[in-house]
């Protein structure tokens, strides 16, 4: 099946940093969702992409969908210690929806 | 706000037992998903089900079964479990087929000893 390259796998950071993941496809995608799991429970929607080059927020997350439609990005904003959970991004192409492995965010206080 | 509810949080099963696990979704929506979650792996398609009484192979369905014989409710059968297939498992349901966004449970932790 297709296969998503997220990156970077763990990020540890100070409250307040800027925080950038991405993931890259050798497939083209006609959507790109992006996912944040916290522990103990499932993921949750958090971005959802459409059209290359479209550049979408919520809250102080950024998400885009890059313009070859094979790749994507997740900005986070001055960090917080709520962010700390699994981020994951998602696409999909013709069929079901190929996950991405995870970034795991940590923030300290 | 759609709900879907897995009926154990965690399981500890011995090796060769037959596993249930089950989902319920309360939003009537038509599509039911299981997954499962490894570290370093991700989230990986077991099977799923577009339909009441249809299912479809995911990506890894190899010792698996699942059934639908109600549109809310979807289950994930372990026919012999082994100690391989220890790990998190998902299940989420969305309103239509390709209609990306899943909303997913909170997970069963299911551990074969």
Redesign the interface.
């Known amino acids: 099946?297709q296969q998503l390259n997220?990156s970077p796998?763990s990020m540890f950071i100070q409250e307040g940093e800027d925080v950038s993941m991405n993931c890259t496809s050798s497939s083209i995608f006609n959507?790109w969702?992006w996912y944040k799991q916290e522990p103990?429970?499932?993921?949750?929607?958090l971005i959802?992409l459409y059209k290359a080059g479209e550049l979408t927020s919520n809250g102080r997350l950024t998400a885009q969908f890059g313009i070859t439609r094979k790749d994507s990005f997740l900005n986070i904003s001055a960090s917080i210690p709520s962010d700390v959970g699994i981020y994951?991004c998602a696409g999909?192409g013709y069929s079901?929806?190929t996950?991405?492995?995870?970034t795991m965010l940590l923030v300290s206080p | 706000d759609v709900k879907v509810t897995q009926s154990s949080r965690y399981l500890v099963k011995r090796t060769g037992e037959k596993v249930f696990l089950e989902c319920v979704q309360d939003m009537d929506h038509e599509n039911m998903f299981w997954y499962r979650q490894d570290p370093g792996l991700g989230l990986r398609l077991i099977y799923f089900s577009y339909d009441v009484k249809m299912k479809e192979k995911g990506d890894i369905p190899e010792g698996y079964s699942v059934s639908r014989e109600k549109k809310e409710r979807f289950s994930l059968i372990l026919e012999s479990a082994s100690t391989n297939q220890t790990s998190m498992y998902l299940c989420a349901s969305s309103l239509r087929w390709k209609n990306e966004k899943l909303f997913f449970g909170s997970g069963t932790q299911l551990s074969v000893l």
């Open positions: 099946g997220q796998q959507t969702l103990g429970e499932g993921p949750v929607l959802a994951f999909r079901t929806l996950f991405g492995k995870g």
